[in-house]
């Protein structure tokens, strides 16, 4: 088979070969998941995201003197986790929308990297526009089609402190996108999905905006597809990455913890 970047048998040897020198680097796109990771908190009238839950087994003990195991309870989304189209309204009548259902080939894609970290930082509230997304494209290209869109805010640092969530009585304060700014990801770019630091693809305060919570609304009803509670995306290049994002295979699942990965040339 020939892809026309050459013989494909030839290149998933080469790609072997890099990854064994480290000309490929992997990086771990994946948080700790722990009973103390930060899950999303909605207005108090919702059902709630319950944190992780781990019960052991047994430990080289009685229970089982020559193996260690625990028993897990974890909410789909809870972690650095991925949103399959199911898991909003929009998306609810859409075929193969659950995690199950997924195709395998959306499960490894190229990804871009758009660095906001200091737009973050000077506004908790920070919301990425169009008008961001097309000044990153006239520095960096154009967004290829079915890629992941990655927002950097470093927000992933705040893990372990309260800036986190970062929640008042207003409700949540972290960064995310504005709904034309997702309309044209998904329309004029063809993306894959958008992936964040954050508990939500969507900013803190995305209740408020129109539609409520633009990313999940618009992503979910296009039969795209979120990344949340992502780390390491300063290790990325604003393009050339390859990321593999394979949710488990719950059935009817709207979403599921993750070990993200992404393939970035090495050296660097
Ligand atoms: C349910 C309701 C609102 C939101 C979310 C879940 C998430 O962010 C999520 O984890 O998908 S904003
Ligand atoms: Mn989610």
Redo the contacts with the bound molecule.
Sequence with gaps: MTDGLGNAGDLLARLAANLASGGVEIVDLTHTLTPEFPV?V?PAE?GQ?QPFRMEEVSRYDARGPGWYWNTITVSE?AGT?F?APA?WISGRNLPNATVDALDPQTLVAPAVVLDFSAESAADEDFLLTRAHVEAWEAEHGAIPPRSWVLLRTDWSRHVGTPRYLNLREDGAHSPGPDADAVRFLVEERNILGFGTET????AGQ?GHLDPP?PA?FILHGAGRC?L?CLANLDRLPPRGALVFAAPLKIRHGS?SPLRGLALVPGGS
Excluded at 199 to 202: K, L, P
């Design positions: 999303i909605l919702f995201c989304h986790h949103d898991h508990v939500g693809t969507d995305g919570y999940h979120g949340q979403g």
